[in-house]
């Protein structure tokens, strides 16, 4: 079995830590360098229900996408909820690796798993990494559809091949347009919108999009079609691509790993109550 410094070595060749933007948090939050590993749990969310199923599944070793302290701390005391986190993991021996958007601009990333989930064709990043020649890496992907379908078609694509939510997912544009080309990025999407008219593709599907950014991309002369999905829903892809990626590497040096995703949903939103009026609200109360 390997140690857990030989695992981590294999999963920073994957994700260079280096490649992480300057305010992230990724790396090893806890566990012993020299510590077997023999079960590995992926999920999205490093939170208190993923921490009790590694517990009960045996691991070793969890990988999660979000980072546990993105913006710091002073303390793990476990009547916190980060901290009971950590003291949960200490006390059963296992150990928490965090790869963030050093596995959003990675080839394969985030958004080729995304891309995967929704069967388009990947012709290249959105926002592609500099420092790369071969032009893969970068943030987010534009794909291509294999035949045209109307932003109703695409967004039930999207409902039907991404893990459900409460939220299920939003449209803004017009449902009959044809789409074709489509940009993706997985998680918080609308700080790419000036990218993504830039790739002139016909419709954007990213999470978190807020009131103001979509509106305006919506009043513009060449207004964005946008599809919302949940942010959970949109990288919970990247766990199986990147516990396929570890599968890989334990057949090639014989290391005998058994590798698990997270089923739990962790995305914060528990309930959908549908609007009961129709899209025009006028004589409304306020």
């Not at 517990?55 to 990988?63: C, F």
């Not at 929704?118 to 500099?130: K, N």
């Not at 829903?233 to 590798?259: M, Y």
């Not at 995703?261 to 109550?273: E, L, Y």
Request: glycine content about 8%; aromatic content about 4%.
């Amino acid at each position: 079995m390997p140690r857990l410094s030989e695992v981590i070595a294999a999963l920073d060749a994957l994700w260079p830590p280096s490649r992480a933007e300057q305010w992230d948090a990724v790396g090893t939050v806890c566990g012993d360098p020299d510590a077997e590993v023999t079960r590995v749990l992926f999920a999205v969310d490093p939170v208190q229900e993923i921490a009790d199923e590694a517990v009960k599944l045996g691991a070793d070793l969890i990988i999660t996408h979000h980072p546990l302290y993105l913006r710091g701390t002073t303390t793990v005391e476990a009547g916190t909820f980060k901290g009971r986190v950590v003291h949960t993991l200490i006390k059963n021996d296992i150990a928490l690796h965090v790869a963030h958007t050093n596995a959003d601009t990675a080839d394969p990333g985030v958004s080729d798993a995304l891309a995967g989930a929704l069967d388009l064709r990947i012709t290249g990043p959105l926002v592609p990494d500099p420092t790369d020649r071969e032009g893969r890496r970068g943030l987010g992907r534009i794909c291509e559809l294999d035949h045209p379908e109307t932003l109703r078609e695409f967004a039930a694509r999207a409902a039907a091949w991404l893990p459900p939510t409460a939220q299920g997912i939003r449209v803004a544009g017009d449902p009959d347009m044809p789409v074709r080309r489509v940009a993706v990025s997985g998680g918080s999407g609308d700080s790419l919108f000036e990218q993504v008219r830039a790739a002139g593709v016909d419709v954007f599907l990213t999470a978190d999009l807020r009131h103001h950014p979509v509106s305006e991309a919506r009043e513009t002369s060449r207004p964005l079609a946008l599809v919302d999905a949940a942010h959970w829903a949109t990288e919970w892809p990247w766990c199986e691509q990147a516990a396929a990626q570890l599968d890989a590497i334990s057949e090639r040096h014989g290391w005998g790993l058994r590798t698990h995703v997270s089923h739990t949903v962790t995305d914060p939103w528990t309930a959908h109550a549908p609007s009961v009026t129709p899209p025009s609200i006028s004589g409304a109360p306020n």
